[in-house]
T-cell receptor, first 111, second 114 residues
Framework: AQSVSQHNHHVILSEAASLELGCNYS??????LFWYVQYPGQHLQLLLK??????LVKGIKGFEAEFIKSKFSFNLRKPSVQWSDTAEYFC?????????FGAGTTVTVRA | DTAVSQTPKYLVTQMGNDKSIKCEQN?????MYWYKQDSKKFLKIMFS???????INETVPNRFSPKSPDKAHLNLHINSLELGDSAVYFC?????????????FGNGTRLTVT
C-alpha cells in the first residue's frame, strides 16, 4: 500500500517570503508524483507533476518541486509568494493505479 | 465548456434520505473517480471506473453506490444518509487507467446532512 505524508499542517508567511512544503511517500515501486492546489471555494487544480526524467520539475505560477528518490520526497517550493497563493496544497502519489493524497497543507499569505 | 461538471453544487438533506450526485466529463477520458473531502480537507478516494468498469472500490459503506451508464458519466447514489456523510464530494476524470496522468476535478458537491 502507498501513503503520503505532508509535514506542515498550516503555514503562515508574508508576501515575498519563500515557501517550501514537505512531502514524503511510502511505496516500493515506481511512482508518479503530483502537487495539486485548491484555492478557497474551488476545486483542485494541478500545479505540477513528475513522471520521469529531470527530478526538478517546474509548474504553473512559479512553483517547482524536487523529487529525491533516496529520501522518498517531493517537496514543493516557491521563491517568492504572493497573497494569491493562499490556498490548500496537496501532494499526491500514484503507485498502483490509485492516486493517494496527503492530508494537505494550508498556506496563508499575509499582505 | 466545463470539463468535469457535477450537480448539484450544494445538497442539504435530512438523515435517512436517499440522494444522488451526478457527474459528467466532456474530455473523452476513460477513467472517472469519486473522492470525499472531509471537514479537515482530507481527500480520500471512494470509487474509480474505467470505461464503465469498476476498478477501485475502497472501504466505503454499501449505502454508497456508483453508477456509470457510459464512460462520460459517473453518478453517486447514497442511501439512508447519515450525519457522517456530510462532506464535499469531488468527481474527477483522467485519460489513463488511473494515476498515470493528472486528474481533472469537478467543482465539488457540498453535502450537508442534518
Amino acid at each position: 500500500a502507498q501513503s503520503v505524508s505532508q509535514h506542515n499542517h498550516h503555514v503562515i508567511l508574508s508576501e515575498a517570503a519563500s515557501l517550501e512544503l514537505g512531502c514524503n511517500y511510502s511505496y516500493g515501486g515506481t511512482v508518479n508524483l503530483f502537487w495539486y492546489v485548491q484555492y478557497p471555494g474551488q476545486h483542485l487544480q494541478l500545479l505540477l507533476k513528475y513522471f520521469s526524467g529531470d527530478p526538478l520539475v517546474k509548474g504553473i505560477k512559479g512553483f517547482e518541486a524536487e523529487f529525491i528518490k533516496s529520501k522518498f520526497s517531493f517537496n514543493l517550493r516557491k521563491p517568492s509568494v504572493q497573497w494569491s497563493d493562499t490556498a490548500e496544497y496537496f501532494c499526491a502519489v500514484n503507485g498502483d493505479y490509485k492516486l493517494s493524497f496527503g492530508a494537505g497543507t494550508t498556506v496563508t499569505v499575509r499582505a | 465548456d466545463t470539463a468535469v461538471s457535477q450537480t448539484p453544487k450544494y445538497l442539504v438533506t435530512q438523515m435517512g434520505n436517499d440522494k444522488s450526485i451526478k457527474c459528467e466529463q466532456n474530455l473523452g477520458h476513460d477513467t472517472m473517480y469519486w473522492y470525499k473531502q472531509d471537514s479537515k480537507k482530507f481527500l480520500k478516494i471512494m470509487f474509480s471506473y474505467n470505461n464503465k468498469e469498476l476498478i477501485i472500490n475502497e472501504t466505503v459503506p454499501n449505502r454508497f453506490s456508483p453508477k456509470s451508464p457510459d464512460k462520460a458519466h459517473l453518478n453517486l447514489h447514497i442511501n439512508s444518509l447519515e450525519l457522517g456523510d456530510s462532506a464535499v464530494y469531488f468527481c474527477a476524470s483522467s485519460p489513463g487507467r488511473g494515476g498515470d496522468s493528472p486528474l481533472h476535478f469537478g467543482n465539488g458537491t457540498r453535502l450537508t446532512v442534518t
